[in-house]
């Protein structure tokens, strides 16, 4: 039998261990010099805008929300199909999630359908670029600017994806990218969020800890309600000895892409009625590697199949809306059919940079093996 084979699995060399382990000897483990050092790089990477980390990619994009000023009374439009942190930040504010329904090739956001669920009332747009597929940036901010909005992207998963060439989080308003392990780059735990100046990013430092501004060597004021949210220099060490190898993980993550639609086939969609990803190798990271299973198939059995196999599958993710929480609050079944539909039936199959191309092919095969009967 063949080693198990996880979804995902983090990418920590020998000098990433090295160097929170001189963290944790220096006498400084919280926020300190890494972290500021890890702000600047990202800063650079992202074409010198303001970059703040924090300890998630959810708090990040909640203190973009408050920065916004948004809260009670507005409305949030958002995907159903993401990791439900992406509406429960709207609510964690006090305000009110719109979803609009998904495009069911890209997976994303449909933004005619942002559109059309537009109110008085919506404030704010939050897209997700799912398996790291940048949604079409144009159109979003055209949304935004003709409607007044604000935009807080969840980049969580898109950190080196670009947009017609030009690198995510490097342009637009609120960009928010999570470090958490499954991720491109991880920090362990981690996020970061890039601005438009240094208002925005002096009002995040305050959010991210207790509302405290300091002056002179004893001066400490507090004028804005704001959260334990820190990194600590421990997980900023992980991050900077990542974020130099990035395009080499996302180089590996494109040939492991290209090698699970050469192993496929071209004729695997209509032999077996599964829906492969979008073969987009210009935009996306390729962050993870998800089939849609045709009706019928019974996702559960499935994934089990593939447990039996020795592969670990994942679920990203059911539709928002249908969680209990949201049920509560007026949501129901029928009201984003094509989420719906994929959320039941969406697989992430294995994809990280240490996989083989053999891993693949033997993916690819229990996959096959598991569709039948
Ligand atoms: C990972 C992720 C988040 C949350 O990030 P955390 O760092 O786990 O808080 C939010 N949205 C999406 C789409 C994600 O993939």
Redesign the pocket.
């Known amino acids: 039998m063949n080693e198990f084979l996880p979804f995902v699995r983090p990418h920590i060399d020998e000098a990433a261990i090295a160097a929170v382990g001189e963290v944790l000897r220096s006498g400084w483990i919280t926020s300190g010099p890494r972290v500021q050092e890890f702000e600047k790089q990202l800063s650079e990477y992202f074409g010198g805008r303001p970059v703040r980390t924090f ?7 909640e203190i973009a929300l408050r920065i916004a000023g948004i809260g009670p009374g507005d409305e949030v439009i958002t995907t159903p199909i ?2 439900v ?2 509406a429960n930040v709207i609510l964690e504010v006090g305000a009110t999630p719109v979803f609009a329904d998904i495009d069911p090739v890209t997976r994303n956001i449909d933004l005619g359908k942002v559109e059309a669920a537009i109110t008085p009332k919506t404030r704010a747009i939050i897209p ?3 398996s790291g597929l940048p949604v079409d940036m144009d159109r979003l901010y055209d949304i935004a600017r003709r409607h007044k909005l604000r935009v807080v992207e ?4 898109a950190i080196g994806s670009n947009w017609r060439g030009k690198r995510i989080g490097s342009f637009g308003d609120f960009v ?1 990218f ?3 392990a ?2 491109n780059l991880t920090t362990s ?3 970061c969020l890039v601005l438009n100046n240094l208002d925005e990013a002096r009002l995040a430092e305050k959010y991210r800890l207790q509302g405290v501004t300091r002056s002179g060597c004893d001066g400490m004021e507090v004028d804005v309600l704001g959260g334990k949210f820190n990194m600590t220099d421990i997980a900023a060490a992980i991050g900077l000895n990542q974020l130099p190898q990035l395009e080499a993980i996302t180089a590996r993550r494109h040939q492991l892409a290209r090698h699970y639609f050469a192993t496929f086939g071209a004729d695997f969609e209509k032999q077996t009625g599964v829906q492969l990803p979008m073969a987009d190798f210009r935009q996306s990271n390729w ?1 993870m590697f998800q089939i849609v299973l045709p009706e019928g198939i019974v996702r559960a059995g499935f994934m089990e199949k593939m447990k039996a196999h020795n592969i670990g599958c994942g679920v ?2 059911p539709a928002i809306h249908l969680f209990r929480l949201y049920r509560e609050r007026g949501f129901h079944e029928g009201m984003f059919p094509i989420a719906e539909s994929v959320g039941r039936r969406i697989v992430t199959l294995p994809l990280f940079p240490a996989m083989t191309d053999t891993d693949v092919e033997r993916v690819c095969a229990a996959v096959r093996e598991a569709l039948k009967n």
């Open positions: 300890n998630s990619g959810t708090c990040t994009m993401s990791w942190a992406t997700v670029y799912l969840d980049a969580a998963q928010s999570s470090f958490q499954n991720k735990e981690g996020g962050h990203h993710y």
